[in-house]
């Protein structure tokens, strides 16, 4: 059986992964009631099988979930004050300093003062987790979707479950961003996009694929960073009830597909692996935070290969894959089709993280509640 073989160019818009001046052309645009439509053409499955436990893995990973929930307007000191610029000043000053690592020579912020550095600090704070809270309604609705169209009540089960993880992850960004920092930030386009091709796919699979294996992959890995980082303690202890929710949630699309691709032919599994590929390259280009060097005044094109030139960046943005790439390899997707998403994630930089732990054994390790300990460490 023959497969059509996609280009990159056909499946990213552009030839070269690299190519900053694409990736910096893709701007986002804001509607002006503040909603954003995507049709949606897929079947609503019920199932008259109600007998619980039929996937064993499944049934304990809701029982779990049951057991995990935990409530964002109490759980969480919401009383700490937060001085968003004295954590800038001391977050650069343990990595270095603001520029450490990057020459930023003949560019628009070789004469930025520490002022300068310290708005550009808290901007970018409000970036990204402006983006994590776009990121979490995108995963409330998937998974909404998802109960829907899932063929099997066990998963049914633990989707429901999830829907009200999702809605609370987005109350407790959404207030974070409201009550200690100075700002959001509209969704950035990359990230839109990829949404936009998720929830639009009428196939349940590729929904689980697109948002509990790529993105909410990629989000365990950011939140782990940012929760390391932060010497915050309300934003850190937020990020590790999060992380625990998260960690259930690839898990849920780790054990599902598992046993859903094994039943794909070749063409149907090439057809995911360039779904994954896309996502991948999307999530990587939306980090870029154009949108953060245009409210300070630079234009993206002269500043941002250079920044992505520091090693500190390149390792950082590989690592934010070290979730997703045992997951794919879990899932079969790496060595499917002569080993194309191999190839593909070997171009990324981020083929390495194959032989980690997939999230579909390691989610035990994350406590469903953390304790005071474990949030301080």
Same mark, same amino acid.
């Given at each position: 059986?023959?497969?059509?073989?996609?280009?990159?160019?056909?499946?990213?818009?552009?030839?070269?992964?690299?190519?900053?001046?694409?990736?910096?052309?893709?701007?986002?645009?804001?509607?002006?009631?503040?909603?954003?439509?995507?049709?949606?053409?897929?079947?609503?499955?019920?199932?008259?099988?109600?007998?619980?436990?039929?996937?064993?893995?499944?049934?304990?990973?809701?029982?779990?979930?049951?057991?995990?929930?935990?409530?964002?307007?109490?759980?969480?000191?919401?009383?700490?004050?937060?001085?968003?610029?004295?954590?800038?000043?001391?977050?650069?000053?343990?990595?270095?300093?603001?520029?450490?690592?990057?020459?930023?020579?003949?560019?628009?912020?070789?004469?930025?003062?520490?002022?300068?550095?310290?708005?550009?600090?808290?901007?970018?704070?409000?970036?990204?987790?402006?983006?994590?809270?776009?990121?979490?309604?995108?995963?409330?609705?998937?998974?909404?979707?998802?109960?829907?169209?899932?063929?099997?009540?066990?998963? &049914?089960?633990?989707?429901?479950?999830?829907?009200? =993880? @999702? +809605? %609370? *992850? #987005?109350?407790?960004?959404?207030?974070? $961003?409201?009550?200690?920092?100075?700002?959001?930030?509209?969704?950035?386009?990359?990230?839109?996009?990829?949404?936009?091709?998720?929830?639009?796919?009428?196939?349940?699979?590729?929904?689980?694929?697109?948002?509990?294996?790529?993105?909410?992959?990629?989000?365990?890995?950011?939140?782990?960073?940012?929760?390391?980082?932060?010497?915050?303690?309300?934003? &850190?202890?937020?990020?590790?009830?999060?992380?625990? =929710? @998260? +960690? %259930? *949630? #690839?898990?849920?699309?780790?054990?599902? $597909?598992?046993?859903?691709?094994?039943?794909?032919?070749?063409?149907?599994?090439?057809?995911?692996?360039?779904?994954?590929?896309?996502?991948?390259?999307?999530?990587?280009?939306?980090?870029?935070?154009?949108?953060?060097?245009?409210?300070?005044?630079?234009?993206?094109?002269?500043?941002?290969?250079?920044?992505?030139?520091?090693?500190?960046?390149?390792?950082?943005?590989?690592?934010?894959?070290?979730?997703?790439?045992?997951?794919?390899?879990?899932?079969?997707?790496?060595?499917?089709?002569?080993?194309?998403?191999?190839?593909?994630?070997?171009?990324?930089?981020?083929?390495?993280?194959?032989?980690?732990?997939?999230?579909?054994?390691?989610?035990?390790?994350?406590?469903?509640?953390?304790?005071?300990?474990?949030?301080?460490?």
């Amino acid at each position: 059986m023959s497969i059509d073989m996609n280009s990159t160019n056909d499946i990213i818009g552009r030839e070269d992964i690299d190519d900053f001046e694409a990736i910096l052309s893709v701007v986002g645009t804001e509607e002006a009631d503040g909603r954003h439509t995507v049709h949606s053409d897929y079947d609503t499955i019920f199932t008259w099988d109600y007998e619980k436990g039929t996937r064993p893995k499944l049934d304990k990973l809701y029982e779990k979930a049951k057991k995990a929930q935990w409530n964002g307007q109490t759980d969480l000191p919401w009383d700490t004050d937060v001085d968003q610029e004295k954590l800038i000043v001391e977050n650069a000053m343990a990595t270095g300093g603001f520029t450490a690592g990057v020459d930023l020579t003949g560019t628009p912020a070789e004469k930025w003062s520490e002022k300068e550095w310290i708005q550009f600090g808290v901007e970018s704070q409000n970036w990204t987790l402006s983006q994590f809270l776009h990121g979490e309604q995108g995963a409330l609705v998937c998974t909404a979707k998802i109960v829907e169209s899932v063929p099997w009540i066990d998963a &049914k089960y633990y989707a429901a479950t999830q829907v009200m =993880d @999702e +809605a %609370r *992850h #987005v109350e407790v960004f959404a207030k974070y $961003l409201d009550d200690k920092c100075s700002g959001h930030y509209p969704i950035n386009a990359h990230l839109r996009m990829l949404l936009d091709d998720i929830i639009a796919d009428s196939r349940w699979d590729m929904t689980y694929l697109g948002m509990q294996i790529m993105v909410e992959g990629l989000a365990l890995a950011a939140f782990g960073f940012m929760a390391q980082m932060t010497a915050d303690p309300l934003l &850190k202890q937020l990020l590790r009830y999060v992380m625990a =929710d @998260e +960690a %259930r *949630h #690839v898990a849920f699309g780790v054990l599902s $597909l598992q046993e859903y691709y094994q039943g794909l032919n070749a063409a149907e599994l090439r057809e995911r692996q360039e779904f994954a590929f896309e996502a991948a390259v999307r999530m990587r280009d939306r980090f870029l935070q154009q949108e953060v060097w245009d409210r300070m005044g630079i234009d993206p094109k002269s500043i941002v290969p250079l920044i992505q030139q520091a090693p500190e960046r390149a390792q950082f943005q590989a690592l934010l894959f070290s979730k997703i790439v045992p997951n794919c390899r879990k899932l079969g997707l790496l060595d499917a089709a002569d080993g194309w998403l191999r190839t593909k994630f070997t171009e990324l930089g981020v083929i390495e993280f194959e032989s980690w732990e997939d999230t579909g054994e390691e989610y035990d390790s994350f406590a469903a509640v953390p304790s005071a300990d474990q949030v301080a460490s």
